[in-house]
């Protein structure tokens, strides 16, 4: 059994939501809620004692380095509204590490199934002679294995935000990003706020509900990676021999929500840049617009077939204009859409980087 100490957690109860924020950074005398953003004082403070964390994960993104992937991927998005720059408001940042268990192990899954395979079969008819093609299929099997470090997360409660929660509980993760638990690791000396949750489930439950399925399902994937693509009857059996029940690891992650037409979106990403997810409004003109050029393309390729005698010179002249005409108007509508994107993120962030690479 792995010793584990104590480390001192102050908890603020904000006093307009009624939610508990818990930070591990020394005693302010006001607070930014992130929850409904309100600053105010906090008389509510109320010391409490929780397990010093095995490990961590240091930040290597910052929070200039965090904006800057926030608008690559907007400008990345295909179907964004085009005027989503010029109308689109930000919340607080916020700079969290959450506790979460990080498994490691090995995994080994065996495979077997039925290959497809094709035999010609050469046979005269009406004085020529005719290739029939048979599939047949031959049994094969194979072996996959490998190694797997994953973090989940070991809280559950209302008091982590519901994107937290959704998106982050469970993941892949180098195993080589964690270090042996520093508070300098977790900035605890920079006087910067820098929220947490203190771990509260234990980590065979966290392994039997959220990680073991997670493996097994990669150890499938590489089954099914390894086996031929042309197959029938598929089946696979794995077996999962994990290093230690879970390592308690502070994991660091940036949260901002934004606001466009009335409604919230928010796009996460841990503090690595390793792992990232956005929500955002999407177009549904541009996407119409998208495929119907797309499907008017094809119905013009189709045509010849319809409008033309079968021995006409014209048909695959046509067909190979009207195939070139939908992939020009694919790619060209996508190009387009992403310059004036491009366009209006230098507007509306003219310090960033971004904006200055564009220019």
Known sequence: MRRRENLKLQQFHCPSCGQNITQLTPFKASIECPYCHQVSLNPLVVDKSILVPERVIPFTVSRDDFGEMIIEELVDEPNLPLDLFDQITFGTVIK????????????????????????????????????????????????????????????????????????????????????????????????????????????????????????????????????????RNFRCSTSIDPDEEGVYTMV???????????????????????????????????????????????????????VTPPNSEYRIPAIGAALVGTILWYVGYNAYNRHRRIKGACRAFP?????????
Request: one cysteine or more.
């Open 351 to 359: 310090q960033s980087k971004f904006a200055h690479k564009h220019r």
């Open 96 to 231: 969290a590490f959450l506790p979460m268990f990080e498994y490691t192990g090995s995994f080994d899954g065996v495979w077997n199934c039925e290959e497809a395979y094709t035999v010609e079969h050469k046979r005269r008819r009406n004085n020529t002679t005719v290739v029939e093609r048979e599939t047949r299929y031959r049994p094969v099997s194979g072996q996959a294995c490998g190694n797997y470090s994953v973090l989940a997360l070991a809280y559950q409660g209302k008091d982590i935000p519901r994107e937290f929660q959704r998106f982050v509980h469970v993941f892949n993760t180098p195993e080589a990003n964690s270090y042996p638990f520093n508070p300098e690791l977790m900035g605890l000396d920079s006087g910067e706020q820098i929220l947490t949750l203190e771990m509260n489930l234990d980590p065979r439950n966290v392994w039997v509900q959220q990680a073991e399925d997670y493996v097994k399902a990669r150890a499938v994937r590489a089954c099914e990676n390894q086996a031929p693509r042309q197959r």
């Open 252 to 306: 660091p992650f940036w949260l901002v929500n934004f606001f466009y037409d009335g409604e919230t979106w928010n796009f996460l990403a841990d503090g690595t840049g390793s792992w990232r997810h956005l929500s955002a409004p999407k177009s549904t003109l541009i996407f119409i617009l998208r495929w119907l050029g797309v499907l008017i393309g094809l119905g013009c390729a189709v045509a010849p077939f319809v």
